[in-house]
């Protein structure tokens, strides 16, 4: 099991938001519940403040968190997602009402599904004052994305979990952060001839996924 972590130059993307994007190969559960930890300390620096108030003031607003997860309740990547993401937040936190979202990719991939999703949100939430917008895995990045100018506008976002990130997929977008998955997969071979230097053979195993088709054709190139 090999694992890589290293900072990505901070940049800029539109006015004067700052966007820090870490780079971590993942595995398990713990790296995955890390990710979102630390995706969403990086934006409670901004909001932490307005969350906590002071004791001796009138009492903090209701601030409405929504959670989009690309998959389904129960699916464990999500809910280790979930678990990180909640353990930020105080428990029974009467100023904080977290909103959850399942877009269910893994079960209906297709067109239907996406738009009949999009006109959902769009109706749920046209006036709910969202504060503060999560979102894990690509697909929930990309709904996020279709949707910002009619729902979330200057809404702050933070992800975690995208695959095959480039600086180009949140061009335009400000006031946006988070967390990628960067699988270092010509160290990880490496490693693994270093240990196996009779190993012949190498097999790429995945799920039927567009992300993990991706990965695949990743992989091959890393290879080659």
């Known amino acids: 099991m090999f694992f890589r972590m290293s900072a990505n130059p901070c940049f800029l993307a539109g006015k004067p938001h700052l966007h820090t994007l870490l780079r971590r190969g993942l595995a398990g559960p713990q790296a995955i519940c890390f ?10 620096c901004f909001i932490r403040p307005a969350l906590a108030g002071d004791a001796d003031s ?15 309740p129960g699916y464990q990547w999500t809910e280790n997602i979930n678990q990180g993401i909640r353990s930020v937040f105080p428990k029974e936190d009467p100023s904080v009402r977290i909103l959850l979202e399942y877009l269910d990719i893994r079960s209906l991939d297709d067109e239907t ?11 749920k939430y ?17 709904m996020v994305l279709e949707l910002r100018d009619r729902l979330f506008v200057d809404i702050p976002v933070v992800f975690c979990g995208i695959n095959h990130f480039s600086p180009d997929l949140i061009a335009g977008h400000g006031n946006i952060t988070g967390v990628v998955e960067d699988i270092d997969l010509e160290d990880t071979v490496r ?7 009779d190993m012949k053979r190498i097999a790429l195993w995945g799920l039927g996924h567009p992300n993990a088709d991706q990965s695949r054709s990743t992989a091959v190139a890393a290879l080659q």
């Open 35 to 44: 990710v979102a930890f630390l995706a969403l300390c990086i934006l409670l």
């Open 58 to 72: 009138a009492p903090a607003p209701l601030r409405h968190i929504l959670i989009l997860h690309s998959y389904h």
């Open 113 to 123: 599904h996406w738009f009949q999703l999009r006109s959902l949100l769009l109706h």
């Open 126 to 142: 046209a006036d709910a004052n969202i504060d503060l917008v999560l979102c894990s895995d690509n697909f929930a990045l990309t």
């Open 191 to 197: 490693l693994a001839l270093s240990l196996r230097p």
